[in-house]
């Protein structure tokens, strides 16, 4: 599966952004799509997933501020980021696991200011 992610910029503190990941599959045809993210020096951690039959799981520290959603007609992953903080400052990724093949996007960079 091929992956572009897009979406990414420069947010004040408490701004929202969307952020986009189209695929080379319909999205509904893979296993389990996800979010991730890596901020500098730090390791790349999961920030939310969906999987074919629709259940989303979110990493604790953005729960209720992000959702995940998908838009099967457009074979585009999405996630919805609002309340931003600085902390969320981080290259992210989307992800797919297609029947246990792994594919990654290459990243688009977010940046919030406080």
């Known amino acids: 599966v091929q992956l572009q992610a897009s979406g990414g910029g420069l947010v004040p503190a408490g701004g929202s952004l969307r952020l986009s990941c189209a695929a080379s599959r319909p999205i509904g045809s893979i296993n389990v799509m996800g979010w991730y993210r890596q901020a500098p020096g730090k390791q790349r951690d999961l920030v939310a997933r969906?999987?074919?039959?629709?259940?989303?799981n979110y990493a604790d520290s953005v729960k209720g501020r992000f959702t995940i959603s998908r838009g099967d007609a457009k074979n585009t992953l999405y996630l919805q980021m609002n309340s931003l903080k600085p902390e969320d400052t981080a290259v992210y990724f989307c992800?797919?696991?297609?029947?246990?093949?792994?594919?990654w996007g290459r990243g688009t960079e977010v940046t919030v200011s406080s």
């Open positions: 969906i999987t074919s039959g629709g259940s989303t």
């Open positions: 992800n797919a696991n297609y029947w246990g093949s792994v594919s």
